[in-house]
């Protein structure tokens, strides 16, 4: 338990070099040694989506993976992905539809949101529904969270017609 | 099978329900959609819940469970665990009651309830599976569990009773010296019961069965305590409901007087009765902040949660209902029988779910003939308590399982059985053959309204024309009343020092913004978002001039906290009169500074104006600047007052109850037994809707806690005490494909207690909705010959009722 290993990762757009033990799951670390709070840990087994990151462009559960295995990769969290404005339009349909009440699966729900936004723009309604449903909300009964997402890619669809 | 063909069940997304910021209607803020502010922080990543947290010092605790349902300790030796690396201390169960005293979970007005001495960390013997029974504290929550490997511990196992049935045939009595396993029993009956069951047409039975469940947070329990022994001191920042009553239970039970003990409540990662009740390992963690003198955290992790979070709802009901052959219901009759493992939860006992089943149950209905047991009974599974919406999902399926099983037998449609037989809208005040209290109910309103929303009538057709294509859709009716605002006739009256008053106070600061105070808690319901748009319409402010603080005894007035549906109801009045006598005071100071009469002058956006005109005439930010830097400017005996603080309690009826009823439509695969939820409705009366889109949310978010209990949600225990699915792999709860768009619509009758004349609403959709998709279930059956009364209903369950397996 005492073996170290360096790890370099770029984390948010700037390369960090720490000293982690093999057994440190990737979401420990950005918590626990990098004070990125913002992800979480829920279900810590995969299937809730709190811990959801996202790993050189793709999104990944922060529980299922360890820190070493992201040495040399790229890894956003919901606190980059907000500072670069990437999340701007989901946070802002998720906040005027209330789709968020303790807010605790909000960071995951958003990362994943995000990636059904960039990867398919003319998803249903039940597609979206499909694609979401393994993030586990406790608090809002999914509903508004849908309209939000469905909300921007609509807006987005309409934007890129000509 | 899947023929979704009516396009408004894949309604598309709701209308944008969110005010822009700048709305306000002519009484201010209440009644708007206005989006919460405090909601901007969690979307950004940028929330503080407990576990977010980090003091300098700061040590972990790990416990060390119990494999057993029921063993005697036979040895337990930290020695080599202590050793491990890492670890500052391990601690068994005598060393921790020492500094933590042993509590009992029972309430005097629940007579007869008892329950044995409970330990932070047990002493001697375990009672269930999971529970703590040595602790373990490192500098990292990783060291901690590294060690638990090494302690050494010998069991001798005892008999365990799961069983609800066996327990209470005592055949095996878990706490010898309370002499059987019988924690609480009532019986109540109405005068000519007897007589009026005898003389009815028709008497229809039924058992109905509930799978245990639990609320999984999805931020596990978690607090920090960080006692200072240079004051005697304890801070605990703890994911809880009630910071007040933790403070009186941390003081109490450490020895640490009640002004040194400060309780803060960061942002809570869901709650809904969870993290209402005292928890043993919580305990524990606050004591060994005193034995170490350091700060110490404790996070659940989740099969913890499974294992020690308060399970509830274990329930075995058999009802009966008699009527008369026109359709009128003539009475109730209910044998409730419920099981909450070893001990009843300290301070609001496992009583209370049973008591609230018989106080609910035929809530809705005019009837005159009651008759009621409950029996709660001891078994070796973790705890129950209170879970969200306590007892009314029971009380709720079984009533209106029974009154459709009745309707059925009659040849009655549902909908009509129940205008039938629903409480008057003018009855009221009403008393219930229970011996509660309804101020004003409006039953047949909301029906109305109901039947309306879900177009009823089509919905039959369409049932009708899809069973010729053996297509199976059902639809379910579920009316309900609903305990809210309660007044100390909850706890306090049985000797509980839980609160059920809340204060409020309200500052003027020098800029002319608002700073309000409050002791109800947060918990991602909207609570501060509510008390900005109140405090706002109360002073006559902007809503971005407020700011809201909840969540710390050390500042906020004292009170009770979030829970039983009474944070806007209760809080929300003390903070209403609380705005207006700050309005009052702020215009006593600009009268004297003006030399205007007081009565000429109102308050209104942000400005002290003329109350004719609505000319202004002091900015409130110079209101500020005289009150507090320049007084001398001010007649020599004014003394300014801009900050008032108002409590409020709910005293002429023991609860305010609201009322609603709600719909599911489902469509069943005869071949899987799966059931597919195609819409589910809503009409609920809470009275003032201070901000619909917030009432609407916990109305979707309750619905769908409330279809997990009844689809999918049980804490499978093994004939050995045993969990079986203390994991989120194996618990399945709802997620978004699972779970239908939710349509909801109000009636609105204010209160007439309070001014502000809000009730509760956050527990409604949790109440109603499993009644409505078991009688959505039953009704697909129906043409099968086949019933289905044993929640969860899995497809195993369905297939089974069918003949298929
Ligand atoms: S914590 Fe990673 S998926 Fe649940
Ligand atoms: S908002 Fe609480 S779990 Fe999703």
Redesign the pocket.
């Known amino acids: 338990m005492d073996e170290f290993f360096e790890a370099t990762i770029t984390v948010n757009g700037k390369a960090v070099t720490r000293r982690v033990q093999p057994r440190q799951h990737l979401i420990d670390f950005l918590r626990d040694e990098l004070g990125l709070t913002g992800s979480h840990t ?1 279900c810590e087994h995969g299937v809730c989506g ?1 811990c959801t990151v996202r790993i050189d462009g793709q999104i990944r559960r922060g529980c299922l993976m360890l820190a070493v295995q992201a040495h040399g990769c790229s890894v956003d969290t919901v606190e980059g992905l907000t500072d670069s404005g990437e999340l701007g339009a989901l946070q802002q349909e998720f906040h005027e539809r209330n ?8 960071p995951g ?1 958003l990362l994943t949101a995000q990636e059904l936004v960039a990867t398919q723009p003319d998803a249903t309604r039940e597609e979206i529904r499909d694609f979401m449903s393994g993030n ?5 009964g999914y509903q508004s ?1 849908i309209d939000a997402i469905e909300e921007v890619i609509v807006t987005r669809r309409k934007g890129a017609q000509p | 099978m899947n023929d979704r063909t009516r396009p408004d069940l894949l309604a598309p997304r709701a209308e944008k329900p969110g005010a822009p910021a700048d709305a306000r209607t002519a009484t201010g803020y209440i009644g708007l959609s206005v989006p919460r502010a405090g909601a901007r922080r ?1 979307l950004q990543g940028r929330g503080t819940y407990t576990d977010d947290l980090k003091l300098p010092r700061l040590a972990h605790v790990v416990f060390f469970r119990s494999p057993y349902a029921h063993a005697r300790i036979r040895k337990l030796d930290l020695t080599t665990a202590a050793r491990q690396p890492g670890v500052i201390a391990a601690f068994d169960g005598r060393a921790i009651a020492e500094y933590c005293t042993p509590w009992v979970g029972v309430l005097a007005h629940l007579k007869g309830i008892k329950s044995p001495p409970q330990h932070a960390v047990a002493i001697e013997r375990a009672c269930w599976q999971g529970e703590a029974v040595a602790a373990i504290v490192a500098e990292s929550r990783a060291q901690g569990e590294d060690a638990l490997a090494h302690v050494e511990a010998e069991w001798e196992e005892l008999p365990v009773v799961t069983d609800m049935e066996d327990a209470l045939s005592n055949r095996s009595v878990i706490h010898p010296e309370l002499g059987d396993n019988i924690c609480f029993k009532r019986d109540f009956v109405t005068e000519g019961f007897e007589d009026a069951f005898a003389k009815a047409d028709l008497v229809v039975e039924e058992t109905y069965s509930f799978g245990r469940h639990t609320g999984v ?3 596990g329990r978690a607090i920090l305590a960080d006692y200072n022994a240079g004051e005697h001191s304890l801070t605990v920042y703890q994911a809880t409901q009630a910071p007040h009553m933790m403070q009186d239970i941390f003081s109490r039970h450490l020895n640490i007087p009640e002004a040194n003990v400060r309780v803060i409540c960061k942002d809570v ?2 709650s809904y009765g969870i993290k209402v009740h005292v928890y043993p390992d919580e305990m524990a963690t606050a004591a060994i902040s005193v034995m170490l003198r350091r700060p110490v955290k404790f996070l659940a992790d989740r099969l913890e949660s499974f294992l020690t979070d308060i399970h509830a709802r274990e329930h075995k009901a058999k009802v009966r209902l008699a009527c008369t052959k026109d359709g009128k219901i003539i009475g109730f009759d209910l044998d409730d029988l419920t099981g909450i493992g070893p001990y009843s939860v300290y301070p609001r006992t496992s009583g209370i779910e049973g008591n609230q089943v018989v106080n609910l149950t035929g809530g809705p209905y005019a009837h005159k003939n009651y008759r009621a047991r409950l029996n709660v009974v001891f078994t070796n599974k973790n705890v129950t308590c209170q879970y969200r919406a306590v007892g009314h999902p029971i009380a709720v399926a079984i009533t209106e399982g029974i009154v459709d099983l009745a309707a059925q037998k009659l040849g009655i449609d549902p909908a009509e059985f129940r205008r039938r037989n629903l409480i008057a809208d003018d009855a009221y005040p009403y008393t219930f053959p229970s011996g509660l209290k309804f101020e004003q109910l409006s039953h047949h309103q909301c029906l109305d309204k109901l039947l309306a929303l879900m177009d009823y009538q089509g919905l039959r057709a369409e049932q009708k024309r899809l069973r010729e294509k053996k297509i199976y859709r059902g639809i379910g009716l579920a009316a309900m009343i609903e305990v809210t605002n309660p007044s100390p006739a909850f706890y306090g009256v049985g000797g509980a020092r839980i609160s059920a008053q809340d204060g409020a106070t309200v500052r003027l600061e020098p800029t002319g913004m608002v700073t309000c105070l409050v002791s109800v808690t947060e918990q ?1 319901q909207g609570t501060e978002g509510i008390f900005q748009q109140i405090c706002a319409t109360a002073v006559g402010v902007s809503i971005d001039k407020v700011r809201v603080i909840t969540g710390d005894t050390g500042t906020t007035p004292y009170g009770g906290g979030t829970w039983a549906s009474r944070g806007a109801g209760i809080g929300g009045e003390a903070l209403l009169q609380a705005g207006k006598a700050l309005r009052a005071n702020i215009l006593e100071l600009a009268a004297a500074a003006l030399s205007i009469d007081k009565n000429a002058l109102d308050v209104s956006t942000d400005a002290v104006c003329d109350k004719a005109t609505g000319e202004t005439k002091m900015p409130l930010a110079e209101v500020g600047r005289i009150g507090y830097f320049r007084p001398d400017t001010l007649p020599l005996k004014f003394q300014a007052e801009l900050t008032v603080t108002r409590h409020y309690t709910p005293r002429e009826y023991g609860f305010t109850f609201t009322n609603g009823i709600q719909a599911s439509y489902v469509e069943l695969d005869t071949d899987t037994g799966f059931v597919k939820l195609l819409k589910h409705w809503v009409v609920e009366d809470c009275g003032t809707v201070i901000n619909p889109m917030l009432v609407d949310e916990q109305i979707r ?1 309750g619905v769908v806690q409330g279809i997990g209990g009844a689809m999918l949600e049980e804490c499978l225990y093994s004939p050995e005490g045993q969990l079986l699915n203390g994991s989120l792999a194996d618990y399945l709860v709802p997620m978004s494909g699972d779970t239908p768009d939710i349509e909801i619509a109000h009636v609105c009758t204010p209160t007439r207690q309070s001014e502000l004349g809000a009730k509760g609403v956050g527990e409604a959709g949790t109440a109603g909705a499993p009644g409505a998709v078991m009688n959505a279930i039953n009704d697909a059956l129906a043409p099968l010959g086949a019933r289905v009364n044993v929640q969860p209903f899995t497809p195993e369950r369905i297939l089974r009722a069918l003949g298929k397996v």
């Open positions: 829920a709190a789709a968020l009440q303790c807010g605790f699966c909000t729900m586990l909300c406790r608090c809002t969270i | 969690l947070t999805l931020e990662g869901g991602g978010g």
